[in-house]
């Protein structure tokens, strides 16, 4: 029995679909059901189901972060695809492949007021072009796309009948290897001389550089754990220019210079000011190493722009000892701020209880704000784990649908594997609460087995504390603008999301919890933090170098 031309159209793309991606995250549409009959009969592809567009966008984020490709989100018409604008601007800055698919009324519909009509063609801007799929001749523009492209939307313009009389054949045909992916851009190579003082600052999206391997770097958590790590805090240190002994009456008269005489960047750097304020420094000559269209310099203070190094000489044993030494100072310091029970249990206390207890094989998700950034002053990053974080807008929309889709993609690397890898998340209360629909999982879908979120609940945003806005003198206007509390009930929340859910207000207690996941997974679990905000100013003054 033949098919309506909305189906053919349909099958051609899913079929086409199936030799770049392995999964697919659908939403419940009309306008949308010939793709979604259509990739659900595609044998070859992992088919997820979500309610909400936003947190299935993120879904399939996540899943790319984990596999390097692109990973689809198909939605029907109208609103429904002004909700995937997030995950697509995410997908975007940190170049993480995603592939947004939109059903659409046929165009000579659009803009006669037709039900759940809007204009779909150029919708996410300047984030993405649109391709518009109207016959089977305009897919191979998909196909090219999806070889070099990393944030792709796709509208496919589709007319009634939606569906036929029975449900459509899937392409049957065996493909051995999916289509090859390489959106990487060659910015050229650079010449280094390592005998200047040299600093590297890793942030998201950098790769192990040949050629550095030496050379001391300040590292993000997403970052490749380098062999000569320095902590971030030390970029205190750097900044000063020298320090002195002088007045000392224990040790000699000394100076040393503490700034380096050229940075490389390496990827996308955003985490610490400090750090950030390194980079503006006119004395500093700073070159930039990307792989990708963004050249991160926010000062425009970059002397040369590549993607690869050609170095000369060897790093002064002196300032490998200096870095290493302000490293360690940096370390002491945060270990003592923690020790220091005027703080109470904050979340900085509970990165460092997650940190701490990660193990070789781990995979991390950490939410934007607070989280990441504590994560870096624990220790992050280690050899051995898989880290991921939302740092191309740094935005904290979807992460919890993100850790799952990480979950997802993790797991099933091995499906056969007698217990699946784990995942630990770690976020803040806000940024939970503000994707808690991510915790929503249909009984016959996917699900993660082996994922812990750890929720650093200070009943509000414990990052505006530290700054300016959280100045004594603007403090009659904090709360209602900043620190907004929300009293809200978690272990409630997961109940009705059929998720675990654990408490712990101590130290100790989620120490032994997390120790207890990692020895008996509970599938899926959140384990809340409940710690305090009050006491995260003076901790950060207790940080400063």
């Known amino acids: 029995m033949s098919q309506p031309a909305s189906i053919v159209l349909a099958q051609a793309l899913a079929a086409q679909l199936s030799r770049h991606l392995t999964d697919v995250v659908l939403c419940p549409g009309s306008r949308n059901s010939p793709l979604s ?16 567009e936003r947190s299935a966008a993120f879904l399939a984020l996540g899943m790319a972060r984990v596999q390097g490709r692109h990973v689809a989100v198909v939605t029907t018409s109208g609103t429904a695809v002004a909700n995937c604008l997030p995950a697509m601007v995410e997908s975007a800055h940190s170049h993480t492949p995603l592939l947004m698919i939109s059903a659409d009324r046929p165009r000579r519909l659009v803009g006669t007021g037709a039900s759940q009509t809007i204009e779909q063609v150029g919708i ?25 492209e990393t944030t792709v939307h796709v509208n496919v313009a589709l007319d009634t009948p939606l569906v036929g009389e029975e449900l459509p054949e899937g392409d049957t045909a065996r493909v051995m290897r999916l289509a090859p992916f390489n959106p990487r851009v060659d910015h050229g190579e650079v010449e280094l001389d390592l ?47 020298e320090i002195s002994t002088s007045g000392s009456s224990t040790y000699a008269e000394y100076v040393a210079r503490t700034k380096p005489e050229q940075i490389v960047v390496v990827g996308h750097p955003t985490l610490h000011r400090p750090v950030l304020q390194l980079l503006a420094d006119p004395d500093i000559e700073v070159t930039v190493l990307t792989r990708t269209s963004t050249i991160t310099d926010p000062a425009g203070n970059a002397a040369h722009v590549g993607s690869r190094v050609k170095v000369t000489g060897q790093p002064r044993k002196q300032w490998l000892s200096l870095c290493a030494e302000a490293a360690q100072l940096a370390a002491d310091t945060v270990r003592e701020a923690l020790a220091d029970e005027s ?82 998340a770690l976020l803040g209360d806000v940024t939970f609460l503000h994707d808690v629909g991510g915790l929503l999982i249909g009984p016959e879908q996917p699900t993660p087995e082996n994922l812990t979120i750890v929720v650093a609940n200070d009943d509000g945003c414990g990052i505006f504390e530290s700054l300016e806005i959280g100045a004594e003198g603007l403090r009659d206007s904090f709360e209602q603008a900043f620190g907004t509390p929300h009293g809200m009930d ?35 679990q959140v384990i809340e933090a409940v710690t305090t905000r009050g006491t995260r100013r003076a901790l950060d003054a207790a940080l400063s170098l």
Request: hydrophobic share 45%.
């Open 195 to 241: 005998t200047r003082d040299t600093l590297v600052i890793a942030g998201d999206e950098a790769w192990e550089v040949v050629g550095l391997e030496d050379v001391p770097t300040i590292a993000e958590p997403t970052a490749p754990a380098p062999f000569r790590p320095v902590h971030p805090l030390a970029a205190a240190i750097f900044l000063r220019g």
């Open 490 to 524: 978690l272990a409630a929340l997961c109940d009705a999301y059929g998720v675990r859910h654990r408490a712990v207000d101590t130290l100790p207690e989620l120490i032994m919890t997390l120790e207890d996941s990692v020895e008996e997974p509970a599938g899926f």
């Open 343 to 424: 703080h109470g249990f904050t979340g900085l206390h509970v990165a460092a209880a997650l940190t701490d207890g990660l193990g070789v094989g781990d995979t991390v998700v950490l939410g934007a704000s607070n989280p990441v950034r504590d994560a870096s002053l624990a220790g992050l990053p280690f050899g051995g784990l898989d880290t991921f974080a939302p740092r191309g807008a740094a935005g904290i929309d979807g992460t919890v649908s993100q850790a799952v889709g990480v979950a997802l993609a993790t797991q099933s690397r091995d499906p056969e594997a007698v217990r699946a890898p784990r995942t630990v």
């Open 37 to 52: 009959l259509a990739l659900i009969a595609q044998q070859r592809l992992r088919v997820h189901t979500r309610i909400d």
């Open 124 to 148: 996410f801007g300047t984030v993405a072009e649109t391709i518009q799929v109207e016959e089977t001749s305009d897919i191979s523009r998909v196909a090219q796309a999806l070889t070099r």
